[in-house]
């Protein structure tokens, strides 16, 4: 009982006085993911353990009242001391996960990591335990568009070929070769022999039909990428041939994306779940933890690391966790940090597509102008920052804005007192930088109402209407080119879900030619396409964000995957030896 008792004490923290606090007893059912009648049950056996005393309310709907016997925050301490003695990490994270302030724990940060990171469970197997601060939405290949989400599917599955972003070119992964005819129309696609799916059924030529053909659903968000495939045609077990409606020289860079991953013909695929080919497969997927298991089957090198378990906690508890090794004496090496700026950037989107007062193009101007990011960044008490004007980092500098040239553009717009929905993800970071830019707008007389959405939300459009301004994030894979078509033509991010259809036509017919043109031109389409952004003022840019990650010297070969993630794939731990052991 005593998780449900933390978890009971946990969510009244905030309500206590003097250890009392009120309740409903639906809330109990809520918290327990039980009936009221089971959380009743729950409640006796607590209070027959001790745990606190009860006293119930008086006629439907009315609060009752809890008495609680001990310090939550001593208790908290026993309790994840316990857990850290026996090694439980089930229980710990479980524990770490509860809405509890971040201080209380401070202290045993350190005897935390060390059960954290990488571990040896027998000689021969070792887990990697990361943490993470957002829940898996969907891993399905087709409709996954979070980035997390596409790195699993990643590791989970392979594409047909692979983008090298060294060198700039295509590398044949489930297929050993590939050809395109003149038009780049006709694409014929070879596979490898031998290839397994999880459940240890050969990869053919049916499985790239069924995969591919799932994309042109209409319900599915990454179905830009198969828009052109007119038919595919299975020639043999190993061999297809894909017909396009008109010529796409970057189909060979569509086949190498995280949506384009080969999935088998006989397994249903579940939002949390799927059968792949990839380094690992996935064996259980929850609200709290992911776990994938390296498949010994694996046509390439098989993973160094036996299996990656991933456990969601609260954003702020998120650098308990780093990539560390526990060494024979049971202590941790010492660390490395490395700074990385990501590929992508945060951005704050005008919803001009069904708002009409976000039309008003001198209220925009007056918004992008409160977004002085080095005042936010003082404010917020940040170093780091990396400002943002373009997609890509390399391409961004500081942005000018005042608060004088946002009262002026604000008289001139049409805004008269109206409040102004604003939604931003419920995480830390964000909430702040969006409780900063209300109280900007507040000093020029600009009423906001802010709300927060979760990563869960992403694909819900029924709020599409309710949203006038939103803050969010995209992230480039390291083919920044794929990318960058991609957060326009996917129908569940920003892009086209909020900016009027006027302004998506012009810039489709950019994206259009950066279909058909050299790499050369195409990067200065997407320049174009960012200067119209900023003209129009579709999009305020803010910051791309910089991570530190730590880890141990000991792990080996860090590399990043697609999506600047750790390649776990890669990674590998350095044997310690024992100095006695003769040769």
């Excluded at 830390?428 to 507040?442: D, R, T, Y």
Aim: charged fraction near 25%.
């Amino acid at each position: 009982m005593i998780l449900e008792y933390l978890e009971f004490r946990a969510y009244l923290y905030d309500r206590e006085v003097e250890r009392k606090a009120a309740f409903l007893l639906h809330e109990l059912a809520t918290i327990w993911r039980c009936s009221v009648k089971n959380a009743k049950r729950k409640l006796k056996k607590l209070t027959e353990q001790r745990y606190c005393s009860y006293t119930p309310g008086r006629g439907r709907g009315n609060r009752s009242e809890v008495q609680f016997f001990t310090d939550f925050r001593k208790e908290l301490h026993t309790v994840i001391r316990q857990y850290l003695n026996e090694k439980d990490l089930k229980r710990l994270m479980h524990v770490l996960q509860l809405p509890f302030p971040q201080q209380w724990i401070d202290d045993l940060r350190k005897p935390i990591q060390e059960q954290l990171g990488l571990q040896t469970s027998d000689p021969a197997t070792d887990v990697l335990h990361a943490i993470i601060t957002q829940p898996v939405t969907a891993i399905d290949p087709a409709r996954s568009s979070i980035t997390f989400d596409q790195m699993l599917v990643s590791l989970i599955g392979d594409t047909l070929l692979q983008y090298d972003a060294d060198k700039d070119e295509l590398l044949p992964h489930l297929a050993i070769a590939w050809e395109a005819d003149d038009r780049y129309e006709i694409w014929t696609i070879f596979l490898r022999k031998r290839i397994l799916f999880h459940h240890h059924r050969t990869l053919t030529s049916a499985d790239v039909k069924y995969s591919l053909e799932r994309l042109q659903q209409a319900s599915c968000a990454n179905r830009w990428l198969a828009e052109d495939i007119a038919w595919i045609h299975c020639l043999s077990p190993l061999m297809v041939r894909i017909n396009l409606r008109q010529s796409n020289p970057l189909f060979g860079r569509y086949l190498a994306s995280a949506p384009m991953t080969i999935v088998p013909a006989d397994a249903p695929i579940q939002d949390k779940h799927f059968i792949g080919t990839g380094a690992y497969k996935i064996t259980e997927c929850t609200e709290s933890k992911v776990v994938l298991e390296a498949f010994d089957d694996y046509f390439k090198e098989r993973p160094f690391i036996d299996a990656v378990q991933f456990w969601k906690v609260p954003p702020e508890k998120a650098q308990l966790i780093a990539y560390r090794i526990t060494m024979d004496d049971g202590q941790p090496g010492p660390a490395l940090q490395e700074n990385r700026v990501e590929h992508g950037f945060r951005f704050v989107m005008f919803n001009t597509k069904h708002v009409p007062l976000m039309r008003d193009r001198e209220l925009r101007l007056a918004i992008n102008e409160l977004f002085a990011m080095d005042e936010m960044w003082r404010d917020l008490d940040r170093s780091g920052l990396v400002h943002a004007s373009h997609f890509f980092p390399w391409k961004s500098k500081p942005i000018k804005r005042s608060l004088g040239t946002a009262k002026q553009w604000l008289q001139n717009s049409c805004y008269n007192g109206e409040t102004l929905h604003v939604y931003t993800l419920d995480l830390p970071e964000a909430w702040a930088e969006a409780v900063w830019f209300q109280q900007q707008a507040a000093r020029i007389g600009l009423n906001m109402m802010l709300h927060p959405y979760s990563f869960n939300e992403l694909y819900d459009r029924s709020m599409d209407e309710d949203i006038h301004i939103i803050f969010s994030g995209e992230v480039s894979s390291l083919d920044p080119h794929l990318s960058f078509l991609g957060a326009f033509y996917n129908d569940a991010l920003a892009f086209r879900r909020f900016i009027a259809d006027n302004h998506m036509t012009s810039i489709d017919k950019k994206l259009k030619k950066m279909k058909l043109a050299p790499a050369a031109e195409r990067e200065q389409l997407i320049d174009e396409v960012v200067q119209y952004m900023h003209k129009e003022m579709l999009i305020v840019f803010m910051h791309h964000p910089l991570h530190q990650r730590t880890f141990d010297p000991m792990l080996q070969h860090i590399q990043y995957d697609t999506f600047t993630f750790v390649d776990l794939k890669k990674l590998w731990i350095r044997p310690s030896y024992d100095a006695d052991t003769p040769g």
